[in-house]
C-alpha cells in the first residue's frame, strides 16, 4: 500500500517562510509527477506547483519567485521551500503523485492527508 506523508506547516508571520515535506512510502516501481495544491476555506482546490520526473516545473502565478518546488526521487520525496509568505496563502496544503506500483501496474494518484499553513497579519 502506498501512503504520502506530509509534514512542515504551522503557523508564521507574514513574510516568513516554511519547508513542507512529502514523503512517498509502500510498494513503488516509479514516481512520475509530484505536486502540490492547496485548498483554503469556501475554495476549490488549487495547483499550487509540480514537478514532473524530469524535473519540469510549473508554477502557479499567485506563488512564482516566493516558492520553490524540489524533489529527491532517492528518497521519493518532494519539497516545498515557501518564503515571503503572505495571509493569503493560509491553506491546508495537499501533496499528490503519480505512482506505479509495480511494473505491471497502472499509474494512480496517490494524496497525502494535508497540513495547515496559516500566515497572520
Known amino acids: 500500500q502506498v501512503q504520502l506523508v506530509e509534514s512542515g506547516g504551522g503557523l508564521v508571520q507574514a513574510g516568513g517562510s516554511l519547508r513542507l515535506s512529502c514523503a512517498a512510502s509502500?510498494?513503488?516501481?516509479?514516481?512520475?509527477?509530484m505536486a502540490w495544491y492547496r485548498q483554503a476555506p469556501g475554495r476549490q482546490r488549487e495547483l499550487v506547483a509540480g514537478?514532473?520526473?524530469?524535473?519540469?516545473?510549473k508554477y502557479a502565478d499567485s506563488v512564482k519567485g516566493r516558492f520553490t518546488i524540489s524533489r529527491d526521487n532517492a528518497k521519493n520525496t518532494v519539497y516545498l521551500q515557501m518564503n515571503s509568505l503572505k495571509p493569503e496563502d493560509t491553506a491546508v496544503y495537499y501533496c499528490?503523485?503519480?505512482?506505479?506500483?509495480?511494473?505491471?501496474?497502472?499509474?494512480?494518484?496517490?494524496w497525502g492527508q494535508g497540513t495547515q499553513v496559516t500566515v497572520s497579519s
Open positions: 514537478i514532473t520526473s524530469d524535473g519540469v516545473i
Open positions: 509502500g510498494s513503488i516501481f516509479s514516481i512520475n509527477n
Open positions: 499528490n503523485a503519480d505512482i506505479q506500483a509495480t511494473t505491471w501496474d497502472i499509474t494512480y494518484r496517490y
